[in-house]
């Protein structure tokens, strides 16, 4: 085998011990688990041989990527700690599920089913995933709380309809157990029909049921959406804190002033050649430049702001026309502070507003 082949291999293998997923076990994720739902149609029986061979390519593939893992933790003495892992109970299924279904005899097609467990091996790569995990601890209480609302009316409810309906409809409304069905299909509002009550009394408490259904309903979904919101703002504040504090300009405040400042200021992403102030524009905010580069363009000439940097003051502090066009060079990170944030952090840090007075002074003069 030559050099460069091998030492392709040994990158390749580098990277799949250190990452969660790689470009190849997406690609391996997709085509796996499309062949699986494609070996399931009978339709394409012609084509099952190269379905069957890309499958066992799949395998190959994530057997390799198993063991290629346990070699990485062994060496690193995490050995036990990735076998009792999420990731690595993931890893071991996706690489043993189907051999070991093959080998206890299971009929092939339906042993290639369990290659759908292959997608759970995504779930690290999606961003989302860990907020809500942690929206999930952090609001367990409150949606504990709900759901044991939701057992409650669902037992109440099939226990009072099968004692209103049970002789009108002994085959639907026969036992509790067979009420229940119809409790949990009127409680999640799904109203499939198949099962419905005659008599007024049931029918009324049908009706509480449906109501109590949007209520339960409202209840997970506010805590959701009120626990992501906080979320939200936890990591905004977080990323907008780190920006802040790289800003030389505001280096010599405090935690308790940063901390003052991080909640005023709003982070934007832009990429290059973008236009960010247009002179002769109402100007209602400037900016502080956390990473990147911006380009103004004076009279004359054009100035290039670095890292650290600020621009946009000057309509803020005197007349609120733009003086200049502001536009990116490269992919920028900025800082926007408001009209209306801008003269509360003044009133709050003097020694800011003395900063900033003398530097759009100094800007003035330079512009003249």
Request: hydrophobic fraction near 50%; aromatic fraction near 8%; charge should be positive.
């Amino acid at each position: 085998m030559s050099k460069p082949l091998i030492s392709a291999l040994a990158q390749f293998a580098a990277v799949t011990a250190g990452r969660n997923m790689t470009k190849a076990a997406y690609v391996a994720v997709t085509v796996g688990v499309l062949c699986m739902v494609l070996l399931s149609d009978k339709r394409a029986h012609e084509a099952h041989g190269w379905i069957s061979a890309l499958l066992w390519t799949c395998l190959a593939y994530f057997v390799f990527e198993w063991l290629v893992r346990l070699r990485h933790m062994t060496q690193h003495g995490r050995l036990s700690l990735y076998m009792s892992s999420s990731a690595g109970l993931v890893d071991a299924i996706g690489a043993l599920a189907v051999p070991v279904a093959l080998v206890l005899g299971v009929e092939p097609r339906t042993a290639w089913l369990l290659g759908v467990l292959w997608v759970l091996k995504v779930v690290p790569g999606i961003p989302g995933l860990r907020q809500l995990r942690r929206v999930l601890v952090l609001e367990s209480g409150p949606l504990v709380s709900v759901l044991v609302i939701f057992l409650m009316v669902v037992f109440l409810a099939s226990v009072a309809e099968y004692f209103l309906e049970r002789d009108v409809q002994p085959q639907t409304f026969g036992s509790v157990p067979a009420a229940l069905w119809w409790a949990v299909v009127t409680l999640t509002t799904t109203g499939y029909g198949d099962v419905v009550p005659v008599t007024p009394l049931g029918r009324l408490v049908a009706a509480a049921v449906m109501i109590s259904g949007l209520g339960v309903f409202g209840l997970w979904t506010g805590i959701l959406a009120t626990g992501f919101a906080a979320e939200t703002r936890r990591d905004n504040f977080l990323k907008t804190w780190e920006s802040v504090s790289k800003v030389p300009f505001f280096a010599t405040l405090g935690p308790a002033a940063i901390a003052d400042v991080t909640h005023m200021l709003r982070t934007i992403e832009l990429p290059a050649r973008t236009t960010i102030i247009r002179k002769g524009t109402q100007g209602d905010c400037m900016y502080f430049i956390a990473a990147g580069e911006v380009e103004v363009e004076l009279p004359g000439k054009k100035v290039q702001l670095g890292d650290g940097a600020f621009f946009g003051e000057m309509a803020l502090l005197g007349n609120n026309k733009r003086g200049a066009n502001v536009s990116t060079t490269k992919v920028s990170r900025l800082l926007v502070l408001d009209l209306v944030d801008f003269r509360v952090l003044m009133a709050r840090h003097p020694d800011l507003a003395e900063t900033i007075d003398a530097e759009a002074k100094r800007r003035a003069l330079e512009n003249k």
